[in-house]
């Protein structure tokens, strides 16, 4: 099983930016999806960005043209760059790893103050 730990959650004034990393340790495949999940209070879990080992990515409507998933050269690190972030985008951001099981990091609180 992999162990995920994200970093560089804050609090930022709308309009700000923030970069999210995250890194897995443990049992890594080369084959893998990693990305991000994020909960407001009151919502449900919801799809942020995703990445494949191969470099295809999916982002949610939301944050698209604003938000960029990458990751490192390793395969076992992804990142999230986030602009012209809005108070909506206020939430526990969660890390995500899947080879064929999904897990699951601690979460790092992002607060986007208007």
């Known amino acids: 099983q992999a162990q995920l730990v994200e970093s560089g959650g804050g609090l930022v004034q709308a309009g700000g930016s923030l970069r999210l990393s995250c890194a897995a340790s443990?049992?890594?495949?080369?084959?893998?999806?990693m990305g991000w999940y994020r909960q407001a209070p009151g919502k449900q879990r919801e799809l942020v960005a995703t990445?494949?080992?191969?470099?295809?990515?999916v982002y949610a409507d939301s944050v698209k043209g604003r938000f960029t998933i990458s990751r490192g050269s390793a395969k076992n690190t992804v990142y999230l760059q986030m602009n012209s972030l809005k108070p909506e985008d206020t939430a526990v951001y969660y890390c995500?790893?899947?080879?064929?099981?999904?897990?699951w990091g601690p979460g790092t609180l992002v607060t986007v103050s208007s």
């Open positions: 990445i494949t080992s191969a470099g295809s990515t």
């Open positions: 995500y790893y899947n080879r064929y099981l999904e897990v």
């Open positions: 443990g049992v890594i495949s080369s084959s893998n999806t």
